[in-house]
């Protein structure tokens, strides 16, 4: 058993009456494959060392596993990087080979780090080592997390005006294919009124309002009757566009009054056939608009086909973060309070706005889903200040000075790494020469990024 045990980095440089002084101090605990040794996110209460079969280690980011160890050699060892950093586990530790493992409490783990010197140095090598390597592949997965997120969110927005655009291209060829109703001959003074009334109506429904579905509702009705005592066919069915035009009851009333009777149905049928067309291009013009800003969202927050350093408009960077991040909002007023004077500055665009991302991504998840968020801007002589708040329930003060560290999170397992804060405060303070703070309190949290101006 010494013998295997001494393959393992922490009995390697032991000798033989260390390594049994630190096998008395285990308790032996016997695992199945497919036993869990100690879930993600569960308090840290032992340490492991492994004395036969196999252990699995993973963490969850979104929906996905990722493994970060696999441990096969008798004296490999896990659980330590909670134990010193008094967080819970980080990660899962599952038996997919049945086997024996020795368990230490955390006083255990402590003592024997102080009787055995040469055990705290390998451990602390190891865990340098393991910090990395876990930040490395899960960081990808933040990424990859962060970009299926994104991805979601713009098929959704982009789903939205190419389904309109689709439902209004079939209504023009509906509406083109069934005919606009032919006018009858008549006198001059007559096409002269029937130009003029469509060109007003045209004008009109530019400035329409949305209506309330319930008004809408009676406005259908009483311009339904209006039209069925008019002798208009399929008035019920006609209604509903002229309202949607702004076109009302008095509208109609003085209608009467410039067409005549035996030309006013066939007006009041071309008129519709004509907004129905109208409305149509309307609405294929605003949902390709919708589409190009979306698009044009993207190049901006990723800098595609730019270099990585150069110089930025922060405010840019802020409104295609806030576009990708639109299907989020939908609940949730953002209060916009830019100072439009701050200068361009020196810096990786693609990083600061995932820095917004992780920031606003935060707050979407303290609001619940509904509330109020502010972005602000300012300047702050050599530095220009952006704050992103929310009124949420705030962040307790007992965990604010943690929420920088690696993998610290208050999320659920799957739903946060740990990592986007600390990421934040990497790329504005290590990359950037700037600074990042948070200010809460009940009902209100700030996160505060100052970025320098020229951080030469």
Known sequence: MIHDLHQGPLFAAMSEDQVQCVLEQGSECIFQAGDVIFNEGDPALYFYVLLEGNIQVTKRVGAQE????????????????PLLT????????????????????????RRLLTLCPGMLSVILNVLVTRIQNTEIITMQQEKLFALGKLSAGL??????????????????????GSG??????????????????????????????????????????????????????????????????????????????????????????????TLQIQSSLN?????????????????SYSYMDQAPLQEINVHEGLESTLTILSHELKNIEVVRKY??????ISAYGSELNQVWTNLLDNAIDA????????????????YIVVEISDNGPGIPEEIQLRIFEPFFTTKGVGKGTGLGLDIAYRVIVGHHKGDLQVVSRPGATQFIAHLPIDPT
């Not at 980080?90 to 086997?99: D, E, F, H, P």
């Not at 100072?339 to 361009?344: C, F, K």
Request: proline fraction near 4%.
């Open 339 to 344: 100072d439009s004077t701050l200068p361009s």
């Open 283 to 299: 609405i294929l013009k605003q949902s390709t608009e919708r589409i190009s800003t979306l698009v044009q969202a993207i190049k």
């Open 155 to 176: 098929a959704h927005e982009l789903n939205n005006p190419a389904a309109a655009a689709q439902r209004a291209v079939e209504q023009l060829r509906e509406t083109i």
């Open 66 to 81: 990722t493994t970060l160890a696999l441990h096969t050699l008798p004296g490999a060892f896990t659980g330590e990087i």
């Open 180 to 273: 606009v109703t032919p006018m009858p001959q008549r006198p001059d003074r007559q096409t002269s009124a029937f130009n003029a009334l469509q060109q007003m109506a045209l004008q009109h429904t530019a400035t329409v309002s949305l209506l309330d579905p319930l008004v809408k509702s009676d406005h259908e009705d009483e311009l339904a009757s209006w039209l069925e005592e008019h002798n208009v066919a399929d008035g019920w069915q006609l209604a509903a566009t002229f309202v949607e035009a702004g076109l009302e009851r008095a509208w109609f009333d003085g209608l009467v009054m410039q067409i005549d009777e035996d030309l006013l149905a066939s007006f009041v049928v071309s008129l519709e056939k």
């Open 367 to 382: 609001l619940g889903g509904k509330g109020q968020i502010v972005v602000s801007t300012r300047r702050e002589n050599k």
């Open 86 to 109: 008094g967080t819970p586990y980080v990660a899962t530790a599952l038996m997919i080979k049945a086997g024996k493992v020795l368990r230490y409490s955390a006083a255990t783990f």
